[in-house]
Every structure is written in structure tokens, then in C-alpha cells.
């Protein structure tokens, strides 16, 4: 039950982080459906920091260390959003899917690329090592392990709410996101907005990439990206109507049902179902589909998400 219950909290930090980036670029009016490259690119940033960095640093130094660098890596990956959607109104649809092509691909290369020339040759994986860093992160309680990474998501879905609901930013955010023509008339520059909403998305999305590869395991083949745990966050982001507090119960659920995946074999009952084990790993992308399935009708998205903000239009 302990280690359910770990691996819930770990899985669901994943997808409240990410969804909570998903959140504030939809608010903004842009559809980030990049965020699966973008925690690509945050995990490769925050594995090579977990990689290099000596672990004589100190648990502090190496936890600030590999957060900042994941968000600065998604932050800057998200700009190729930013600029196609918001700059050059580009299909916001098509430029995520292929920043989810592009990620997984560049990451592939660039760490076999630096494997081969840290070997001499002779090492062509697409494989990151943390080992030693990992445990830095973990801080053991009894029989559970807690890591660092929980906390950080629970200050950012109490940073988020604050943000959207009690700041100037946040409400011009939201502004932007439901009818920007109204909001660029009264002196709110929409193209800053969407930015904003896009680059924190990025940092958010990052973040969660790195909490997503060290959650089970101390090596990564970036060639697997992240199992569509991306795409799992933006069900995450719709179920809670693009709302933190509600992002976060359905982070919850759809953690809870991700564990079962690694965990189900502590169960005595749930093992004498005879169910493989590749079922309970599918169980949050069919339940993704059950629950969006009765819930997308009495969905409501910002009202002008996806739709190319052109100043000359009112």
C-alpha cells in the first residue's frame, strides 16, 4: 500500500506539472499540444545536469541545479511554438505535433552522439545514467520514499492558483485566452500574454519531464520518450477544466491508476485476476478516453484558444 501510495504522489506530480503548463497556454489562447517534446527536452536537460554535476555538491545545490535546467530547456524548446503559432499564426495543431517528432529525435542523437565521443567510439546508446544523483532527491521516511519533486508541484499548483485567479498577470492572461480583441482595447498587449502563457507552459512541461524519467528508474533511452505521458496531462488539463484545483484531483486519479502499472503484483487479489501486465499499464490512457468521453461536452475552453490572435481584426 506504501509503495502505491509513492508512486501515485510521483506519477501525479508528473501530470499536475505538466497540465498546469497546459493550462496556462490555453488561457493565453494557444493549444500547446508540444508538451510531450517539451518534456523530452526538459528531462534531457535536467539528466545531463544529474549526470555531470558531482554528487559532492550537496543535495541543494544538485536539486535547484537539474529543476532549473529542465525548465530552461522546455522553457527555450517552447519557444519554437511561440513563434510559429503567435508570430507567423501557424497551425498550433501541427507545430506541437511536430515539436513532438523533433524532440524525441534530436534528444535520440544528441546522447548517442555524446556517448560515442565520451567512449571513443563505442558506445552508441541513447542512454542517460544518474544513479548516485537520483538518491539525492529521495529522502526515505519508514517504509516511504519521498522525493523532492512532490514538493516542488504542490508549491507549483499553489503558485499557479495565485497567479491565475489573484494577479493582474493572470486575469490579462485569461483575458487573452477567452477574447483577445477585447483585452489588446484596453492597453493589454496580447502577443506578451500568449508568450508568457507559452514559455511557462514550457518551464512547466520541462519540469515535469525530468520528475517523469527519474520517477522508477536511474537510467533513460531517450529514444522511448515519455510513454505519452504528455498527451495523458492534457486529458489531465481537460477533465479539470483548466482550472489547478481540479487539475490536481485529476492528477490524482489518473496517478493512481498509472501505478497500478508498477505495483499491481503487491496485490493478492488484484494478481489472482490473471490480468497481464500490460492492461494496468494501458489503464490511464482507456480511462483518458472513458472519462473525456462523458466529460468534453460540459468542457469549456478558453473561448479563443487556437485561433491566431491578428491585431488588424476586431
Known sequence: MILLIQYTLIFASVLLLVALG???????????????????????????????????????????TTIVASALFGL????????????????????????????????TVGVKAMNTAMSGGSDVSSDIAY????????????????????????IALVVSYILLYKTRFGLRLMACGEHPQAADSVGINVYKMRYAGVLISGALGGLGGI??????????????????????????????????????????????????????????FLVALNVPSFVYNM??????????????KRSRAPKAEGIPYDKSTR
Open 131 to 154: 544513479t548516485q544523483s537520483k538518491d539525492l532527491f529521495l529522502v526515505r521516511l519508514g517504509g516511504f520514499e519521498f522525493n523532492w519533486f512532490m514538493l516542488v508541484a504542490v
Open 283 to 296: 489503464l490511464p490512457y482507456v480511462i483518458s478516453l472513458v472519462v473525456l468521453a462523458f466529460t468534453s
Open 76 to 107: 527555450i524548446f517552447s519557444l519554437l511554438l511561440a513563434v510559429a503559432a503567435i508570430n507567423f499564426r501557424a497551425d498550433q495543431t501541427i507545430t506541437g505535433t511536430a515539436m513532438n517528432m523533433l524532440a524525441t529525435a534530436a534528444a
Open 22 to 64: 497546459g493550462c496556462f497556454a490555453e488561457h493565453s489562447g494557444v493549444i500547446n499540444i508540444g508538451l510531450e517534446g517539451i518534456m523530452v527536452i526538459g528531462a534531457l536537460g535536467g539528466a545531463l545536469v544529474m549526470k555531470f554535476m558531482p554528487v559532492s555538491v550537496g543535495a541543494p545545490v544538485m536539486i535547484l
Open 211 to 268: 520528475v517523469f524519467i527519474t520517477a522508477g528508474v536511474s537510467v533513460w533511452k531517450f529514444e522511448t520518450g515519455v510513454a505519452g505521458f504528455g498527451f495523458l496531462a492534457l486529458a489531465v488539463m481537460i477533465f479539470g477544466g483548466w482550472q489547478p484545483l481540479k487539475i490536481a484531483l485529476a492528477a490524482l486519479l489518473f496517478g493512481f491508476c498509472r501505478a497500478l502499472g508498477n505495483v499491481y503484483a503487491g496485490f493478492d
